[in-house]
């Protein structure tokens, strides 16, 4: 085997492909730059702009976006402070106040837009400041198959490409994931939801609806039956609404729906929680599944990351930190002296390093689907949001 060594002493930096421009693509590549390497990002869509209204970056989440030298103010977000639950007539059942959470975990909890969020990881990523050499964005670039042995990247047009190391982010729908891993096909969860984004001023105005609160509050209305609930929270100048229900296991396609379709489905609720949903506006209904998970990750050169490699739904609001822990792993494993010839090797260690925990959160996320039921909020919480340092440190 022959090692190439320029001027320094250390080997030249890997070539890295990383497939999708979503969170988990660009965080990889914050963490693969911020090494020294050498990272393409193949994005499928035009414009490479993060789907969704808001999401969750519990302390594990951000104690790695901390490391990757993330600005917080870009997020615009509000750190989570509380966690108030009621029953289906808008009774306060429980009210949990998240105490000293970045003196016990590390790092604050907060909640913010995906938008928001993608931009500042597309700074990190893309831009000219910061440690390491910009990564390169290609859109409209939608990869179909890699080789696991040489690194080769098969594009749609039938354009390749070749690298040391390949990141495959592209989701749940991955082409790769389908093609090199074998994935079994997803199966509906028995859940869909209403979700949509409400202006924050809206309930400042209405003293009949549940209150918001300005102080961080996650706020979960629960049906008497467990079978539905109502999920909302302040973000920025904004509300996220989510609205779980059963579908049967016969779940219809993501579709725009109107106020009325949503207020019959959830009509057992009292009239403050009513109220509160009548805020609702531009509704999108969107169907959950569950996907079987994969007995391995890797494959040569190939390594799957975020939702490729562990697709979970989103009741404990950790997907996308699963997708920044696995870019901290990477970071901590392929330093700039990383070898081409020790890319299999290295990625096999991610793949033991990150699959236990990942699969553990997946596994609680899906029977938080039986919430109402016994399961165990507080220690998902506990396991989920406490990250070893040995990630990125």
């Given at each position: 085997m022959t090692i190439t060594i320029v001027k320094g002493g250390f080997p030249p930096p890997l070539r890295v492909i990383i497939v999708g421009a979503g969170?988990?693509?660009l965080a990889a590549a914050i963490a693969l730059r911020r090494q020294g390497h050498s990272v393409v990002i193949y994005e499928k869509s035009k414009f490479a702009q993060e789907l969704g209204a808001s999401l969750h970056l519990a302390p594990n989440a951000v104690r790695v976006l901390e490391a990757f030298g993330y600005d917080q103010d870009n997020l615009n977000g509000i750190h989570c402070s509380n966690y108030t639950s009621y029953n289906q007539n808008g009774d306060i059942t429980k009210k949990h106040?998240?105490?000293?959470?970045?003196?016990?975990?590390?790092?604050?909890y907060i909640m913010c837009g995906r938008i928001p969020l993608h931009n500042e990881l597309k700074r990190l990523a893309l831009g000219e400041g910061g440690q390491g050499r910009p990564a390169k964005l290609v859109t409209s670039a939608r990869i179909v198959d890699v080789e696991p042995e040489t690194g080769t990247v098969t594009q749609q047009?039938?354009?390749?490409?070749?690298?040391?190391l390949v990141i495959v982010a592209d989701g749940t729908h991955s082409n790769v994931r389908k093609a090199r891993f074998n994935s079994a096909d997803q199966v509906p969860a028995g859940q869909s939801l209403f979700r949509c984004v409400v202006p924050a001023k809206e309930f400042d105005i209405d003293s009949e609806a549940l209150p918001l609160h300005d102080d961080g509050s996650f706020h979960m209305v629960l049906s008497a039956n467990g079978q539905k609930?109502?999920?909302?929270?302040?973000?920025?100048?904004?509300?996220?609404?989510?609205?779980?229900?059963?579908?049967?296991?016969?779940?219809?396609?993501?579709?725009?729906?109107?106020l009325d379709e949503l207020l019959e489905k959830f009509s057992e609720f009292g009239p403050s929680v009513m109220r509160t949903l009548r805020k609702a506006r531009g509704i999108l209904n969107w169907p959950l599944y569950v996907s079987p998970p994969l007995k391995s990750w890797v494959q040569g050169r190939i390594a799957l990351l975020g939702d490729s490699a562990h697709p979970m739904l989103p009741h404990v609001g950790q997907g996308a930190a699963m997708a920044i822990e696995d870019?901290?792993?990477?970071?901590?494993?392929?330093?700039?002296?990383t070898t081409?010839?020790?890319?299999p090797?290295?990625?096999?260690?991610?793949?033991?390093?990150?699959?236990a925990r990942a699969s553990k959160v997946a596994k609680f996320s899906n029977e938080s689907r039986q919430l109402a039921y016994g399961f165990d909020q507080g220690k998902s919480f506990s396991y989920c949001v406490s990250l070893s340092s040995v990630y990125y440190d």
């Open positions: 969170i988990g693509g106040v998240h105490e000293r959470v970045k003196e016990k975990y590390g790092s604050p047009d039938g354009t390749r490409h070749h690298a040391d609930r109502l999920i909302f929270y302040r973000f920025g100048d904004n509300v996220n609404f989510s609205c779980v229900y059963n579908d049967g296991g016969r779940p219809e396609p993501a579709r725009d729906v109107t870019a901290g792993a990477l970071f901590s494993m392929l330093p700039l002296a081409p010839a020790q890319i090797m290295t990625l096999q260690l991610y793949e033991q390093v990150r699959h």
